[in-house]
């Protein structure tokens, strides 16, 4: 049963041009805006973030930033975002769009709903609040309550990007692909930058196991753009996938020929695809020349896991931890490695370094229980395995408390 409803607040025009925003930080809103409608979740959140920063009480940026930090799966920055709109002391629709979204994040899908369609009801007319809810209604796999939403976000703002590419992929969801290439293309007439058209559809293909469609897209899109690297990759693991060996190898020469030298674009499509043979000469070639990166250093320690080499495995990753000695999970994978290989000190030392940093770290409570054990410590093992159930009882009791929005108080 959803919430006990508030009466709706008062009735709240959006004005057309944001309030209180001069110089960089405007041009910060205008950049991080136009990123959203991109679909670029990662760098508007950074905009986002610098308008805050200057404009904390700015409700729409913190609505449409905690929106983004859901998408990225960022619980620490949607906590903060959420929390400087609270302390707004507002019943501003967006501080409620806020609240909806965080519910959204935590799968509290009937509340989240809930609270968008109070916000709605102050502002009918609100695209972001409509694209929320579009996402929300993504997530709960709920395509025709989707559908619906960015049809009526599209009729707001036609010439929108996120709208247009939206309903495309809801209407791939629902099997209409005509449907949805029609709104990719819409949006690549708006704009030329966004993804190729018959590429996004082959990638709705892809996803739907319909390689024989795929490839008919992904050939029309490398014909169309020939320059763009994804159709290539994709259409490299559909031959794979269907057995068609001459095509795969001949596409693959022609990704060493073209794309090889884009290593960085490269080794994330062969990761992508489990091609790990592929991309760990790439991987390496970067870690070479950017030692200290630490993304690079954990996507190469993976690779090598995966190629078999075990203790380069360790070493690229102990070198991650040295340069951010305070990440928690970075301890806990490490310790995972050190347990394989049978290292059982290092993996000791290294989970109770994961669980002092961040005493949550569940996993690394198994780890180190696994690790006093092959240690003959069979006493602390078992008391390690208790430790883990009781932290686990203690993160789910946190977890139903943010599910229900019990932690913090509000009157929402």
């Known amino acids: 049963m959803p919430d006990a409803s508030p009466s709706p607040p008062n009735p709240v025009k959006r004005p057309e041009k944001e309030s209180g925003l001069s110089g960089i930080s405007k041009k910060f809103w205008e950049e991080g805006l136009a990123a959203f409608y991109r679909n670029d979740e990662e760098g508007a959140l950074e905009l986002f973030l610098d308008v805050l920063e200057v404009n904390p009480g700015n409700l729409r940026c913190c609505y449409l930033a905690a929106l983004c930090a859901a998408i990225l799966g960022d619980e620490e920055t949607l906590?903060?975002?959420?929390?400087?709109?609270?302390?707004?002391?507002?019943?501003?629709?967006?501080?409620?769009?806020?609240?909806?979204?965080?519910?959204?994040?935590?799968?509290?899908?009937?509340?989240?709903?809930?609270?968008?369609?109070?916000?709605?009801?102050?502002?009918?007319?609100?695209?972001?609040?409509?694209?929320?809810?579009?996402?929300?209604?993504?997530?709960?796999?709920?395509?025709?309550?989707?559908?619906?939403?960015?049809?009526?976000?599209?009729?707001?703002?036609?010439?929108?990007?996120?709208?247009?590419?939206?309903?495309?992929?809801?209407?791939?969801?629902?099997?209409?692909?005509?449907?949805?290439?029609?709104?990719?293309?819409?949006?690549?007439?708006?704009?030329?930058?966004?993804?190729?058209?018959?590429?996004?559809?082959?990638?709705?293909?892809?996803?739907?196991?319909?390689?024989?469609?795929?490839?008919?897209?992904?050939?029309?899109?490398?014909?169309?753009?020939?320059?763009?690297?994804?159709?290539?990759?994709?259409?490299?693991?559909?031959?794979?996938?269907?057995?068609?060996?001459?095509?795969?190898?001949?596409?693959?020469?022609t990704i060493k020929t073209r794309f090889a030298q884009d290593e960085e674009t490269a080794s994330r499509f062969f990761e992508f695809f489990r091609m790990y043979n592929e991309a760990l000469p790439l991987l390496e070639r970067l870690v070479k020349r950017n030692p200290n990166d630490l993304e690079l250093l954990m996507r190469l320690s993976v690779v090598y896991q995966e190629t078999g080499k075990f203790d380069k495995a360790i070493a690229t990753l102990e070198r991650a931890v040295a340069l951010a000695p305070e990440f928690a999970g970075l301890w806990t994978t490490l310790a995972g490695l050190y347990l394989q290989k049978g290292d059982y000190p290092q993996a000791v030392a290294s989970a109770e370094r994961a669980i002092r940093l961040n005493r949550y770290e569940e996993e690394a409570y198994g780890i180190l229980a696994d690790a006093l054990l092959y240690l003959g410590k069979m006493e602390d093992a078992e008391r390690m395995a208790r430790e883990q159930e009781r932290i686990r009882d203690e993160a789910w009791r946190k977890y139903q408390n943010k599910f229900s929005g019990r932690d913090k108080d509000d009157n929402i």
């Open 79 to 253: 906590e903060e975002v959420c929390q400087k709109a609270r302390r707004t002391n507002s019943r501003h629709p967006y501080v409620i769009g806020c609240e909806a979204v965080r519910a959204f994040f935590y799968a509290n899908y009937e509340r989240s709903e809930h609270l968008f369609n109070i916000a709605l009801r102050s502002l009918p007319l609100d695209l972001d609040l409509h694209l929320g809810l579009g996402t929300l209604y993504e997530e709960m796999g709920a395509e025709e309550k989707s559908a619906e939403v960015y049809r009526q976000a599209v009729e707001l703002a036609p010439d929108n990007i996120r709208a247009r590419i939206s309903l495309g992929m809801s209407f791939a969801l629902n099997g209409e692909y005509t449907n949805a290439l029609i709104e990719y293309k819409q949006a690549k007439a708006f704009d030329p930058s966004v993804e190729n058209p018959h590429q996004h559809l082959g990638r709705d293909y892809y996803v739907d196991g319909l390689f024989d469609e795929a490839v008919s897209e992904f050939l029309q899109a490398i014909a169309e753009e020939p320059n763009s690297s994804a159709a290539y990759f994709y259409l490299l693991d559909c031959y794979r996938r269907m057995g068609r060996v001459d095509e795969m190898l001949d596409i693959y020469q």
